[in-house]
């Protein structure tokens, strides 16, 4: 069965901190790994990564797979509180023709001021 | 550029009540999803569109469920009779066509309580 795999479920953190939020997974047929991150609103996407080793930045968030160890991690430094929300990952295994999204239960991060 | 839009944002109803949601997707996004998140876990596929073809709905609870996307662009997701464990945030989601699929544009959900 498909599964992805979040850690730390919940994290607490400081302004100017950094913090890595940690995604493992178990599909067939790898296709993608997509990052969102979810406020009080839609979940709006961060990041999509397919290659092992390439690392995809945006400002303070960056983020890396690694297939052979069927994990990513998504790096946040110097966190600000606009930076709490639950951070999803999703895999995508491509099955039929078409991708589904195979959702981990997300990490809630939280920075206090 | 208008992102998915969904409505209502809350709903409260009394088990055993009818209740729709409905979904316009990003103009030109030929694929729909509609996601069920209950609290603490994350989105679940319920039924997947290309254009007005339910192409994936594995998931959808066909005896009190249902969904249409009629002419290929919004969509209302339809739950008859609500039980206490439908509450949970109904996620409608739309993406280019099948071959861009990997990206995932969501809309801001609808949280259904159901007392």
């Known amino acids: 069965e498909d599964k992805v795999v979040q850690s730390p479920l919940s994290l607490v953190v400081h302004e100017g901190d950094t913090v890595t939020l940690n995604c493992s997974y178990e599909v067939t047929n790898f296709r993608s790994l997509l990052w969102y991150k979810q406020e009080k609103k839609a979940p709006t996407f961060l990041f999509m990564l397919t290659s092992s080793g390439i690392e995809k930045k945006s400002g303070r968030l960056s983020s890396i797979l690694d297939k052979k160890e069927l994990s990513s991690i998504l790096n946040i430094t110097a966190t600000q509180t606009g930076d709490s929300a639950i951070y999803l990952c999703a895999v995508g295994p491509f099955s039929g023709g078409y991708n589904k999204l195979i959702f981990g239960a997300g990490t809630r991060l939280a920075v206090h001021p | 550029e208008a992102g998915v839009v969904q409505s209502p944002r809350y709903k409260i109803i009394e088990k055993k009540q009818p209740v729709a949601f409905w979904c316009n997707p990003i103009s030109g996004h030929n694929t729909l999803y509609w996601y069920r998140q209950n609290l603490g876990q994350g989105p679940e596929l319920l039924i997947r569109?290309?254009?007005?073809?339910?192409?994936?709905d594995s998931q959808l609870p066909k005896d009190r469920f249902s969904a249409e996307r009629l002419k290929g662009v919004d969509s209302t997701l339809k739950i008859q009779p609500a039980e206490l464990g439908d509450s949970a945030v109904y996620l409608c989601?739309?993406?280019?066509?099948?071959?861009?699929?990997?990206?995932?544009?969501f809309g801001a959900g609808t949280r259904l309580s159901v007392l």
């Open positions: 569109y290309e254009n007005e073809e339910a192409v994936d």
């Open positions: 989601a739309s993406s280019l066509d099948r071959r861009t699929a990997d990206i995932q544009y």
